[in-house]
């Protein structure tokens, strides 16, 4: 790490002796990116999350750059490097009024092993671009911060963790309409696998009509090229890809609402085949294409909790895709599937049967959208 970086550094490695205890977790961040940040192409980098205590327990632990980096002002400093190598922080506007879910909330329970190392990429949010001036460089710095949000796997805790600060993505700024910067494979990736970014758009942007009692939503999923992809095609399964509603009062509430003839359903039916080139449940993406899913999310509440009731006027709610590690898939589009078949429950949706021998390809959590009801 450079020294300049130091004075903006809020937790490091000398904090994990002073805050963590001896039997908790312990995690550390990379992040590695092009050196060019283009207006006109997404800014890929990678992000490795790796756990580095010597416990030999399981736990569970979530990070990701969207909604801990980007949407906090706790997370991710924006630094512009002058000519003379002078550091000086980029004012942004707060991103949201409302206070960070806990990740039981909104992350995927991500169960980190002893020596568990998590790698993907994400992606610098479009709303940075406007601040970032053609021909300047610039610093993305995690100044580290400290989490309660974590657990065991067999028992509760009250400590806390530190994810130390000190990495950090340095470009420069540069209008090129004809290039678009393309990320290398992840250092150390054993096979090469198709890189996904979701984003989440509501309409409207910003407000919500109690009178129309629901959220309209649309999930996109963009097939990102790398160099790794080869251009390939590629055929997953849609399931659980979706978004939530919380509305905060005093704390999260999860606006779980009500959907008639939906939810879980027990039978004892024998499974059954599909084609993923002819079932609904499946889509296919070349690079730079988009798959996306319009959702009507309800706004009225779980009647039976204690945090039950319509949502209200005022109320300030948040719409969220918490991330997913893709049940299926392979490569290829469906035409090259038709005569494929998997298993299925008898439900006809969720989880396929047997999933395969690809790698793990992980699409991390969006951007939230905050709303607010009117």
């Known amino acids: 790490m450079e020294e300049s970086l130091a004075p903006f550094l809020q937790y490091t490695e000398k904090d994990l002796a002073t805050c963590n205890r001896s039997d908790a977790p ?50 991710f400093i924006l630094l512009h490097r002058t000519a003379q190598g002078e550091l000086h922080p980029v004012k942004l506007p707060e991103y949201t009024t409302l206070p960070q879910l806990e990740h039981w909330h909104f992350s995927p329970y991500h169960c980190h092993k002893p020596g568990n190392v998590q790698q993907y990429y994400d992606v610098i ?32 805790e009250n400590s806390k963790v530190v994810l130390p600060g000190g ?47 629901l959220v309209l939503a649309t999930l996109h999923v963009t097939y990102v090229p790398t160099s790794g992809s080869g251009g390939r095609p590629f055929t997953f399964n849609t399931a659980g ?14 606006l779980k609402g009500f959907v008639c003839g939906g939810g879980w359903a027990f039978v004892d039916d024998p499974d059954m085949q599909v084609s993923p080139g002819r079932d609904k449940g499946f889509a296919s993406l070349r690079p730079g294409e988009t798959w996306s899913e319009d959702l009507r999310i309800p706004l009225l509440t779980d009647m039976e909790s204690n945090d039950g009731g319509e949502a209200r006027v005022g109320e300030g709610i948040r719409c969220l895709f918490k991330g997913l590690e893709l ?12 005569e494929t078949t998997v298993t299925i429950p008898a439900t006809g949706s969720w989880t ?7 790698p793990n390809v992980f699409i991390p959590a969006a951007a939230p959208v905050d709303l607010e009801i009117v």
Do not use: M
Not at 37 to 66: I, K, M
């Open 167 to 213: 990495p950090f993505l340095s470009f420069t700024v540069e209008d090129d309409e004809n290039r678009p910067i393309v990320p290398t494979l992840i250092s150390g990736a054993q096979e090469c696998c198709p890189t996904l970014i979701a984003k989440i758009e509501c309409c409207p942007q910003s407000q919500v009509a109690l009178q129309d009692d």
């Open 241 to 254: 890809l979706n978004v939530g509603l919380w509305v905060w009062r005093d704390r999260w509430v999860n």
């Open 352 to 358: 396929v049967r047997e999933p395969g021998e690809q």
């Open 327 to 338: 049940d299926w898939w392979v490569w290829g589009s469906r035409e090259d599937l038709l």
């Open 26 to 75: 312990a995690f550390s961040l990379a992040l590695q990116g092009p050196k060019k940040l283009s207006r006109t192409a997404p800014y890929l980098f990678h992000v490795t999350l790796q756990r580095v205590d010597e416990v030999s327990r399981y736990c569970v632990f979530a990070w990701y750059p969207q909604t801990h980096g980007f949407a906090t002002s706790n997370g």
């Open 125 to 156: 949010p479009d709303r940075f671009i406007p601040y970032l001036q053609t021909g300047e460089r610039y610093v993305l710095l995690w100044p580290g911060q400290q989490y309660g949000s974590w657990n065991w796997t067999d028992k509760v």
